[in-house]
Structure formats: C-alpha cells, structure tokens
Nanobody, 124 residues
C-alpha cells in the first residue's frame, strides 16, 4: 500500500482546509486510516482515524468538533476536513494505514504504511 497526502497550505485562524490521502493497493475492510501531525520541536501526535469497514471516526480531544475524518472506498481515499483552524494546528500532517485494532488507533507505531507529510500553517 502506498499513500499520498495532499491539500495542506496556509490559512488564517478560523479558516478551513481539507486534506486528502490517496491510497494505491488494497485496503481491506479491517484497515484503519489515520492522520497524525508533528509540529516543530514536538512529538508526533494522533489527530484522527477512520475505520474502513464502517467509516467510524476517532478523534484527538484537541480537534474533536472541529475536524471530520471520512473515507471514500471507491476512490480508496481518506479525507480530513479541518474547520475553525487555530495557530496551534500548525504542523506537518501525515496519513497512515494499517490493519490494527480500534484500541490502538492513536498509536503511530501500530500503522504499517505512511504517506509523505503535507504542511498546514495557520496564521493568527
């Protein structure tokens, strides 16, 4: 499985961006696709994940209510709609995929495949 993330950019606080993660290869129903981010000088952190089987979404508390994750099985892609962006959302966002349990969706080490990052910058 190869993943390609795109859609980052520069936006003012309060604005919106939509990130996309396109996958090539087979994504089985047991897969989870997730988004992680890493800001300069900080550790990588979980943002959101979607279960491929039923589109169930899981979110970090810091983005809950502002971000929405979804997937399109026909296009083999996952999306992260980011609304009400804040300067603290500034980071490199990366998508990942893996056949992992729901109890571990927040752990980057559980994911098998990673795409390259896309920069999101939110100005104040």
């Amino acid at each position: 499985v190869q993943l390609q993330a795109f859609g980052g950019g520069l936006v003012q606080a309060g604005g919106s961006l939509r990130l996309s993660c396109a996958a090539s290869g087979r994504i089985s129903s047991g897969y989870v696709m997730g988004w992680f981010r890493q800001a300069p000088g900080k550790e990588r952190e979980f943002v959101a994940a979607v279960r491929w089987r039923n589109s169930s979404g899981y979110y970090a508390d810091s983005v809950k209510g502002r971000f929405t994750i979804s997937r399109d099985s026909a296009k083999i892609a996952a999306y992260l709609q980011m609304n009400s962006l804040k300067p603290e959302d500034t980071a490199v966002y990366s998508c990942a995929a893996g056949n992992i349990g729901l109890a571990t969706v927040r752990f980057a080490t559980e994911y098998d495949y990673w795409g390259q990052g896309t920069q999101v910058t939110v100005s104040s």
